[in-house]
């Protein structure tokens, strides 16, 4: 069974905290563990951060998949990206610049790949999924599941 979810937010440093919440929100429905809600809070963070920051996009759109032992996060930008995006090392001082050094360390894979439409890009990482103890993942009525 896959379990998915997908929604829009506008591109702004003010809706990350709202991407956050939305993906908690979901796993939690969904039955996952509390270990796989942090990470997963910890990546959309970063990943949504990053497409506010270094593209022209007026809306991101977010999307969660589980598939077995797998969760799947994704990040669609809008395009006009400020550079290609890239692991880095940040100087001890810096405030910023570790973000996907977080979702390379959480996930199992991680990777950019072109939208289907052609303009901007996804980004995606890969993480372990398991139930909360003596749960089970099941869809809830009236949300995305297949």
């Known amino acids: 069974m896959t379990l998915q979810d997908a929604f829009q937010l506008p591109a702004l440093h003010a809706f990350v ?3 956050r919440r939305c993906v908690v ?3 939690r429905e969904w039955g996952a563990h509390e270990d796989v809600r942090t990470d997963a809070e910890l990546v959309i963070s970063e990943l949504f951060t990053n497409a506010v920051l270094h593209t022209d996009s007026v809306e991101i759109g977010c999307g969660l998949r589980v598939t077995g032992l797998h969760l799947r996060v ?3 930008d809008e395009g006009r990206r400020s550079g290609e995006q890239r692991l880095r ?4 001082e810096e ?3 570790r973000g996907l050094l977080l979702v390379k ?3 199992e894979t991680w990777g950019v790949r072109a939208r289907e439409n052609g303009q901007g890009s996804v980004t995606w990482a890969d993480l372990p999924y398991r139930p909360a103890p003596g749960r089970l993942p ?3 009525p009236g949300r995305h599941a297949e």
């Open 17 to 19: 905290s709202e991407a």
């Open 25 to 27: 929100s979901r796993l």
């Open 74 to 76: 994704e990040v669609a």
């Open 89 to 92: 090392s940040a100087d001890f």
């Open 95 to 97: 405030e910023s610049g």
């Open 105 to 107: 360390a959480f996930s």
């Open 138 to 140: 099941h869809p809830q």
